[in-house]
C-alpha cells in the first residue's frame, strides 16, 4: 500500500506556472504507475498526466500537451507536475494517484492509490 502527500498548489494570475509535487510512502514507489488528475467544482475528475514506473513513458491529456510536465524521482519516492501557461478554467482541486501496474491508465477508475488533493486557483 501507498500514501500520497500533494503539496504546491496556491494562487497563481492566468499564464503563471506552479510546481506540484506528490510525495509517496513506502519502498516500492519505483514500481508503481503514477498519475495527475484534476476536479473542477460540479465536474468530474478528468485526467491531466501520467508517467510509467521508469519514468520512460509519459501520457498527457490534450488540453495541457505543451504546457505541463510530468516527472518523478523514484530516489525521493516523489512526482512533480510543472504546470506552466495556466489558464482560469483550470482552477481545480489536482490529485495525484498511483497504481502498481507496467501499464498506465488515463482513467481515474485505473488506479487504487489517491492523495487527499492541492488546490490551484488561477485568477484572470
Keep these: 500500500q501507498v ?10 494570475q492566468a499564464g503563471g506556472s506552479l510546481r506540484l509535487s506528490c510525495a509517496a510512502s513506502g519502498r516500492t514507489f519505483g514500481s ?3 498519475g495527475w488528475f ?3 467544482p460540479g465536474k468530474e475528475r478528468e ?3 501520467a508517467i510509467s514506473w521508469s519514468g520512460g ?17 523514484n530516489a525521493k519516492n516523489t512526482v512533480y507536475l510543472q504546470m506552466s ?9 489536482y490529485y495525484c494517484a498511483a497504481e502498481r501496474s507496467l501499464v498506465v491508465h488515463t482513467t481515474a477508475r485505473g488506479y487504487d492509490y489517491w492523495g487527499q488533493g492541492t488546490q490551484v486557483t488561477v485568477s484572470s
Design 38 to 40: 484534476r476536479q473542477a
Design 3 to 12: 500514501q500520497l502527500v500533494e503539496s504546491g498548489g496556491g494562487l497563481v
Design 47 to 49: 485526467f491531466v498526466a
Design 32 to 34: 508503481y504507475t503514477m
Design 57 to 73: 513513458r509519459t501520457y498527457y491529456a490534450d488540453s495541457v500537451k505543451g504546457r505541463f510536465t510530468i516527472s518523478r524521482d
Design 85 to 93: 501557461s495556466l489558464k482560469p478554467e483550470e482552477t481545480a482541486v
